[in-house]
């Protein structure tokens, strides 16, 4: 019996040895972290080996290209011309509707005539020419009895706006030669602005242009002439701030003639009438200029809300530079249209530009009877 029992305690011993490395095992087994699903493709969408390290796929390095500015396409001189009629006849209106009250009444005395010529010189349409078309009025509203008087009114008010002035811009030079176009005038009268919208103005009319930063005083200048050349495609010459005006006028008169454009437009520096040394500068500019090729256009650029002190201003222009045209920008805003009669008889010279507002087409060709229509409303 003894020995029975000494063998069933050590099959039982054996038994549960064996229970236990089971147990063990399996605990084990599942305390051993699982794998993480595999979630990485190659190039083919093979997937990786478990084995294996997942492999990031970098993307191929972008390509910056160089940003090239859009070129804009500026607006013909049809559809310039409509905006002219239309700007003027709500700005300007006010006057030939004014003028056209007073000549309708049914008695035109003495107290009437001096009411019209009060609403002229508050046009700033000047003694002389205000004068004149007075008396043309009364002499023709006796003699022609029952005329119409807005007929009357419009045909004098033509007159005296001299819609036979050759207003075409000179832009094309001598023997092949670019056309040189100077523009001058104060600071704050819109001078850069009103060369970048004549650029525009010719581009649109299929001629190719240089601009020339002249205004080297101002590197705000330069900057804004190269804005405007970069949107229409013209090329801008520019020298250091400070550096001499008419080196900057020479090297553009010079470049332009070698590329074979057909106008250089020199922005010049914001002259003060009564700086003389100033003044000397831009007669300076001129006569370098025309060692190249000769000036076919000097425009000068007035604000037409400074009347009479525009006058001013175009008297010592003309003597210093000859001026041949006449820009008045501003014209759409509380201006008062008479300057354009009042300026063409100081310089006996035509408005040949007029500004009509900020955007970058509102620069139209003077147009004297779309002028005289919008001012009778």
């Not at 553009?252 to 003060?272: N, P």
């Amino acid at each position: 019996m003894d020995a029975l029992a000494l063998v069933i305690l050590l099959v039982a011993v054996v038994g549960l040895a064996l229970v236990g490395a089971v147990v063990g095992l399996v605990t084990t087994r599942r305390r051993r972290p699982r794998p993480l699903p595999n979630t990485h493709t190659d190039v083919l969408g093979t997937p990786v080996a478990e084995d294996e390290a997942p492999v990031e796929l970098s993307a191929p390095p972008a390509t910056i290209e160089p940003e090239v500015p859009t070129l804009e396409r500026p607006e013909g001189a049809a559809s310039r011309l409509a905006r002219l009629r239309q700007r003027l006849a709500g700005s300007q209106g006010g006057l030939g509707r004014g003028l056209l009250a007073l000549l309708s009444r049914d008695r035109l005395d003495e107290d009437t005539w001096e009411s019209i010529e009060d609403t002229l010189l508050t046009a700033d349409i000047g003694v002389a020419p205000t004068q004149q078309l007075v008396d043309n009025l009364r002499a023709r509203l006796r003699a022609e009895g029952g005329a119409d008087p807005r007929a009357v009114l419009r045909e004098e008010l033509l007159a005296l706006v001299d819609p036979d002035m050759d207003r075409r811009l000179n832009v094309s030079g001598p023997d092949g030669q670019p056309g040189v176009v100077l523009v001058v005038g104060v600071n704050g009268a819109g001078k850069t602005t009103t060369v970048g919208k004549i650029a525009r103005i010719l581009v649109s009319e299929d001629l190719r242009v240089t601009l020339g930063a002249a205004d080297t005083f101002r590197a705000a200048a330069v900057e804004q002439l190269a804005t405007w050349g970069e949107r229409v495609g013209v090329e801008v010459v520019r020298g250091s701030e400070g550096s001499d005006p008419a080196s900057v006028a020479f090297e553009a008169v010079k470049q332009g003639a070698a590329t074979e454009v057909d106008t250089v437009i020199i922005d010049t520096a914001g002259r003060l009438q009564n700086k003389q040394g100033l003044m000397d500068e831009l007669g300076k500019v001129k006569r370098v200029i025309e060692k190249q090729a000769p000036v076919t256009e000097v425009l000068l650029v007035l604000d037409a809300t400074t009347g009479q002190n525009g006058m001013i201003q175009a008297r010592v222009f003309s003597e210093v530079v000859d001026v041949t045209g006449i820009v008045l920008t501003k014209l759409d805003g509380s201006a008062k249209g008479g300057i354009v009669v009042a300026v063409q008889r100081e310089l006996g010279v035509p408005v040949k530009l007029v500004g009509l507002g900020e955007g970058p087409d509102d620069l139209a060709p003077f147009n004297a009877e779309a002028f005289v229509d919008a001012l009778l409303g």
